[in-house]
Each structure stands twice: as structure tokens, then as C-alpha cells.
DNA sequence: TATGAATGAGTATTCATTCAT
DNA sequence: CATGAATGAATACTCATTCAT
């Protein structure tokens, strides 16, 4: 589902390192996790990681930017395949939840809640990687809102979506009785004015 | 509105170092507040602070006990003073929002994003003392469903709401041009069952 | 047996402070023992231990100091009761370890072994006191060689003994199976020449 | 004399870092030596200390096991080569004296003389590493009582004996007039029971 | 590219001591 | 005399980063 352009190939040196640090920034937070750490995890030595960044902020940025640009390319291709608005509201969610419980969870997780140890300077970099994406949800949202689909304003009912997603990171669990489809179901309930019976 | 019981005295030289915590460890984060910036922003000298806590977990879990202990008071204070359970629900959302972003907002924010920087063993001690306000915020969510004011499930329900609460630090201004009481109303939309007009 | 001048009243609170400096000393170590567990012990606070002590150091040197007075008074006080050389010989030994594992056990254990933490300029008070302790030890070897009840040089003799008198602090339990007598008794067999049959 | 199986290369930095460590043990106290002062004496940063120990508990324990591997080795191979059952009490006195007072003796006088520094754990440690050299002494002791060579029971002798030797460290100069040969030969006429001349 | 020893600035914490009340 | 909050220098230890091999 996902195109994998200008995100690193997992299966080098440096994606594999991409990898153990998304996991190892989601267990244990980035500032608690030490350059020794990631390296143990990929069993190379502390010091061979600075051949593959340059410090430790680098290595934060590229998991949350091959995350950004994994996200903005699954929801564009996913919403040209939708055909209503309300198949693409419904895809907006469900592409957040699929990044934020599948594959991908380490790394979104880590975009999610790490955002704070990134120094300000990368932090503009990913917001204007990430405007595409959020500029795809207005767009949704605004068509929304002249249907008469949505009642609150679109700007608001994205953040207010944001969080709700955003936060299952931390009481769903995927596998458990309740699908990701789901759990989609229910968000989208929120979303939309249910005027008549929906 | 907040009874102060059980709360440090804001005065105290223990309170004002809480409020100073509270204050850089939401805006630098924990883990990049060090224990002299907290001293300096006292104006007394590191090796002090360690006469009014043992260590510097202690800090930041007086910060976090002391918001989930006024949040609980606050909201069963005024739980009482509604009378319909959607007055119920409305007063879940305004007090959270409240905390979120009054007087007490560095405090919250150090609650709910600085959860993971807090030993373990703490962070089950404030779990246990937060139990009794999401059950009310259960209570209430349970006794909607039943009036059928709500359609989601109360416990996903709350899931939600908090997340999207939550999520309002990251970009609502107090001052604005939208009011607590207007946020309220939104989020308000989106709890709600629109079923015939509200 | 052991009378008290120059020794603190015992039951003023600097008699208490000692006796308390003593026991703590012993336990964990002149340098592991805080000037807050020493307040602990006598029950106020560790401001208030100045108002007896000029410092700490002060405190080691006086818990030394009595004991090393009260340890030339008791033997000088039993020597003049011995009528023969050997039995002079059974004082020094059997002295030394009434103190080391008697009533005053705690203080003899720092002089003996918390030495080097007392600083270089009290450590010279303090052998300057005990020179007439050691200066009795040397009359009565002195006497013992030339009349043939010992065979070692009296100076290397009494580095032996007091050696293995010293240690037994780390092996010796008062009220077991070996009384100090006994103790007494087999430390002065290695003293003497065994010749005929002692 | 001493084989050195299992001990760590004197010319390795780490090897460097403990004779250092000895040295300035012996020389100042565990406590009051810093990992400063370990790191200036062999010209590294403090920090570095840590790349070759844990922490400084780590230091010392090394120091004192080094020297009783080295001790227990020493003993075992020197016992051998003595025939008679004197010739061994000797060389039990003898090898002790040479560790005190030889190459080694900073590392024994950390052994003997900063053993409450030692965490409790760690102490458990050493003394199970050391249970084989004091089973040496006693088979040895046992063997004399036997033979009437001795007269005391074995167990105390062992302790009066240990206790006299560690002393000598207290008083003893290596090349002054008396040689350790000679320190020898007093300390077995302490040990032996003279009843004909020895 | 990988190693691993070394760096050096930084961290939380300790503790004897002071002093206004 | 006692209090207890504050001092301030010192401590062990951490860790991202460097660099000669």
C-alpha cells in the first residue's frame, strides 16, 4: 500500500538502523536512549554510528521524516481511490490509524511523541514536509463541510481528529476485539453530523 | 473553583519550586530541565533543592500528583452542580479544557506529556489516584449512553475526548479568538448524538 | 575498673553525642557516618551537633582521645596491682582486650581502626597521648626480656601483640564459647618462652 | 616468584589504572581517593576511568582480587617445595610478609586495610575467593598441632598470626636493619611451641 | 567502513557547615 | 541552646562525539 520513494531501503546499514531507532526511541524515549543502545541493537560499536549520521539529532530527523513522506504518499494514493467525501473522510482516518498501529507504529510514534527532542530548526523542516498531508485533510474537511457532512469547523475537527488518533496509541491495541476498521468506524461516528440516522 | 485541599501552599518556597518545575519542565521538558536551571529560576542554589525533595523524580511526580489531585476535586465539585447528565458532559469537557489551559496549564501539560519520564513505580501511583476521575467521566459517559445521548461507546468515547482535549495544547491559545467556552461547545458536537438538533 | 577523669559525663548530651559518634563510627565508617545520622541518633538536628563540635573532625578526635586516656588509666591502675613480671605481662594483654571487646568496645574499634581518617595533625595529638601507654607496654617487656620470660625483641614483641590483639576485633565474639580469659591465656603463650612448661 | 595467571597485564591501561588505583588506595583511603585523582595519576580524563570499570566499586574490587588470586597462587606453589611441616609454617609467614611488604604491597595493604569499603556484596565475593588460601594455613596448622610443633588451636593461631603479620604494616620498613627473612624468624618463634630451644 | 579508547562538558546528588530566627 | 533552610564545593558517573588505527 505504501511506495516506498525517497524512504531508505530497510534492508541497509542505515535503514536497519532507522529501524532499531524507532523502536528503541518508542520503548525508551529518544533522550533515554543512548547511541551505545542503538548500537548494541544493530551489533555494531557506538562509534560506527557517526558514519551513518552525523550525531544522534540526524538520526531522530530521518525517522520522523521517512515517516512524514511514507504518510503523505499512502494518503494521496489512498484518497484518489476514493470516490465520496465520505469515503474520503473515512480514509483519512483510517490511513492515521494504519501508521499508528501497523508497520510503521515505531516510527509514527515516535513523529507523535518525540516531537520535543528534536531541535527547533528540524522541527520547521518536518512541519513543511508535513503541511502536504495536513493540506490534504483540509481539503476533505472543507469539501465536508459545504456538503453539510460535518458540522464543526473543518480547521477544528482536524485537530480535535489529531488527538483522538493520535492518543489510541495509548489504550488501543490492534489484535484485540476491536479491528482497526473498527476503530475507524467509531472515529468517523464522531466526525460526521449524524442528522438523520448515517 | 479549585478547593486547594492536600495542595502545597503556592507560597511555600516547596510550592513556588513546584510551579517553576511545572512551568520550565513544560516548556524544556523534563529531561532538558536540569536541577540547576530549576534552582536558578528560585533563585537559590542546586544543592538546595534536594532539602525540599529527595531527588529529582520526586519533583516532577509532586507536579503531576498535585494537578490530578486538584483536576479530581474540581470536577467532582462540579459534577454536583449539574443537573442533566448533558450539563454532566459538558462540565467533563470544560473542566479538562480548563486545566489544559488555566492557571494550572504548565502543571497539566507536565501531566500529560511527560507521562513516560516518570519512573514506573510512580506512574502507577498516579494512575491509582487518577482512577476516581475517569470514573466519573465514565459515570457520566455510561448514564448518556443509556439516556441515548451518545452514540460511540462510553469507554471509547472517553478515549477520544481525551485524546482530542489533550491534542488542544498543541494548538489552542487561550485569548484567542475562540473561547474555552466555545471549544466546548465543539468538542460538545462531536461527543453528542446529533440525532434530531440539539 | 576504668575511673573517668578527663573523660565527658555520659550522661550530658556531649557524654551522649560521643557515645552515639562511637557506635555509628563503628558500624559504617567515620567517612559513611553523616553528621545528619549522628543528629538522627541523639535525636535533634544536625545544625545543633556545631553547637558541641567545632566540625566533624573534632568529633573523631574526642571519641579517640577519651578512650586513649581511659586505656593509660586502666592500665596503669591494674600494672601496680600485678606483683610479678608475667603477671604485668597478662594485664597488658588481658587490658587491651577488655577494652577492645568490653563496655568501650565501640570508641577502642575507631581508635584502632579509623586512624586515617582523623587528619594528620590530630593524629599526632593522639600518639602523642598514647606514648605513655605504649611507653608502660615497653617497661614491662624490657623487664620481661632481661629476665629471660620472653625471647623476641620487646619493640618487635609488642608490634606482634598489639597486632593480634587488634585484630581479634574481627573475629572475637565476647560471650561465646572463649572467654576473655581464655583469649588472655593464649595470647600469652605466644608472648613467652615456653622453656620449661610455663 | 608469583605466577600471574589471571592477572591483568601490568603494562595494559587497565593494568595501569589498578596499580595506580593501589598506590593511591593505600596512600589516601578508598574514600577520600577521587576518580579524579585515579584519572590524573595515569594522565586520563575522569570520564575515561569508565570505559575499563563499571564504577569505582568495580576498582577496588579488582585490586583486592587481583592480589588474592595472587596471594592464594603464590602460597600454593611455595607449599609445595617445602618439605617439613616448620619449613611450611615458614612459608606461610613468609609469603604474607613478601605480599605485605614486596611488589605487591600497596594492593595487600587495600586488601587488609579498606575491606568496610568494600560493598557488602562484593565482599562475599573476595572472601570466597580467599577461602582457599586460609584453608591452606589451617591444613598446615593442623598438621603441626598434631605434631606437638605448636601449642595454641590451630583456628586462633591462624587469626593471632594473621593479625600480627597485617600489623607489621603499620611499623615495619622494608630495608631498614631488619630483613624480611628476619621479621620471619620472629614471628615463628611466636608461633612455635619452644619447649626443648627450636 | 569499523573499531574502541579517550574526551570533556555535563548531570544529579551529597554533605559538612553556617546563620537568622 | 536548638532549629532548619540554605550554602557551595565536591563527588561519581554519563554520554554524544572524535579519531588514530
Known amino acids: 500500500m505504501i511506495s516506498q520513494n525517497r524512504i531508505t531501503d ?40 557517526f558514519h551513518h549520521f552525523k550525531n544522534k539529532d540526524e538520526i531522530l530527523f530521518a525517522v520522523m521524516n521517512e515517516v512524514v513522506i511514507a504518510m503523505d504518499e499512502a494518503l494521496k494514493s489512498e484518497i484518489k481511490k476514493a470516490h465520496t467525501t465520505l469515503d474520503k473522510i473515512r480514509v483519512l482516518i483510517y490511513i492515521e490509524l494504519q501508521f499508528i498501529h501497523g508497520k510503521t507504529s515505531n516510527a509514527t510514534a515516535v513523529l507523535l511523541h518525540e516531537w520535543r527532542a528534536l531541535i ?10 508535513r503541511a502536504d498531508y495536513f493540506q490534504l485533510w483540509d481539503e476533505v474537511l472543507i469539501q465536508a463541510k459545504s456538503e ?4 464543526v469547523e473543518p480547521e477544528y475537527l482536524r ?40
Chains 1, 2, 3, 4 share one sequence.
Not at 524515549?29 to 551505545?36: D, L, P, Q
Not at 453539510?148 to 458540522?151: A, K, Q, R, S, T
Open 159 to 198: 485537530h480535535f481528529l489529531h488527538g483522538a488518533l493520535t492518543w489510541t496509541s495509548h489504550w488501543y491495541q490492534a489484535g484485540g476485539e476491536l479491528s482497526i476498521d473498527g476503530l475507524t468506524d467509531r472515529v468517523l461516528i464522531l466526525a460526521l453530523k449524524n442528522n438523520i440516522d448515517q
Open 10 to 49: 530497510p534492508s541497509s546499514p542505515r535503514g536497519k538502523l532507522l529501524a532499531s531507532a524507532a523502536k528503541l526511541f518508542k520503548k525508551k524515549g529518544y533522550s533515554k536512549t543512548t547511541v551505545r543502545d542503538l548500537a548494541a541493537e544493530v551489533s555494531i560499536l557506538s562509534g560506527s554510528i
Open 120 to 129: 527547533p530548526e528540524k522541527q520547521q523542516q518536518i512541519l513543511s514536509s
Open 148 to 151: 453539510g457532512l460535518i458540522e
